[in-house]
């Protein structure tokens, strides 16, 4: 779920205060000073890395910890608002009466649902413990703050929608690249294992070799050396740099295609505003 209002219309004091958070939340300002505490958060995780300025660690800590408290109250207002976000109409009786924790539901198991708790569970974490893994846990907490950047980014809404568009058409891409994988993986270690046993001591080091060499990395660290391995071995790359170049044509179409349809839409709107605006007013 993102935090796209679509529609919604209050029909109780509930849903008035879900959509003036869900408005506030929305605002300018809001979205703009949540930005920068994000980009100044991150940045307090890279300097606190620096051996040199440990020195500022209680300045770090102070700007980590306001933070840190700011996004816990904006997770609990997106939690609280999250039935201002239409995903599903609420006009049946039976959604009626449960869409508020349907709703909530849907934003706790959102990919921005999910990163926006992950962000602050190490704030919360860290009134329990303050033992050395905790620690890290806070600066992973902090890291995946980056991806809170999604929410305010067209770019990630396009992508987002491009790949909704194509999902089918992934995932048949995927599903084939996992059958030869698993297939070249099985193999691999059957011809191998007799000649490098050290090396293919089971089918999972086979999995591994598969997929460095079908996604042609290759990093040497497991290579076939019978004949029929390198065949096989060959075979996979060539299969590789084929199959791999499916979903990147089918990602890239799409993707025209709705940069398409954005260029369509701003030429149309340009066109009516400049069609209202010169259209003569009665005097």
């Not at 996004?71 to 201002?84: D, G, H, N, Q, W």
């Not at 539901?105 to 649902?113: D, E, M, R």
């Not at 303050?130 to 999604?150: A, M, S």
């Not at 059958?179 to 011809?191: A, D, E, K, W």
């Amino acid at each position: 779920m993102d935090n796209n209002s679509c529609g919604f219309l209050p029909k109780d004091k509930m849903d008035e205060r879900d959509l003036r958070i869900l408005e506030f939340l929305n605002t300018t300002w809001f979205r703009g000073s949540l930005t920068f505490l994000i980009i100044i958060d991150v940045g307090a995780v890279v300097l606190n890395s620096i051996t040199n300025l440990h020195r500022y660690d209680p300045i770090l800590y102070t700007i980590s910890f306001i933070s840190a408290l700011i996004f816990t109250l904006e997770y609990i207002l997106r939690l609280i608002s999250a039935p201002a976000i239409c995903d599903f109409d609420p006009r049946e009786e039976e959604t009626k009466k449960h869409y508020r924790l349907r709703a909530r539901v849907l934003y706790f198991v959102s990919f921005l649902g999910i990163v926006d708790l992950i962000s602050i569970s190490p704030f919360v974490a860290s009134f329990f413990s303050d033992d050395f893994f905790v620690r890290d846990l806070i600066d992973l907490g902090r890291v995946v703050l980056i991806f809170k950047l999604l929410r305010y980014s067209h770019t990630y809404r396009m992508i987002k929608d491009v790949v909704r568009a194509v999902r089918y058409e992934l995932l048949i891409a995927i599903m084939l690249s996992s059958i030869i994988v698993s297939f070249s993986g099985i193999l691999i270690y059957y011809i191998e294992r007799g000649a490098q046993p050290e090396k293919f001591t089971n089918v999972g080091e086979g999995f591994w070799w598969s997929i460095i060499t079908y996604t042609t990395v290759g990093y040497g660290d497991v290579v076939p050396i019978t004949p029929l391995g390198k065949f096989l071995a060959g075979f996979i790359a060539v299969i590789g740099i084929v199959t791999l170049m499916l979903p990147t044509g089918i990602l890239s179409s799409a993707l025209l295609n709705k940069l398409q349809q954005e260029n369509a839409k701003k030429i149309k709107e340009e066109e009516e505003k400049n069609k209202n605006s010169q259209t003569p007013t009665p005097g």
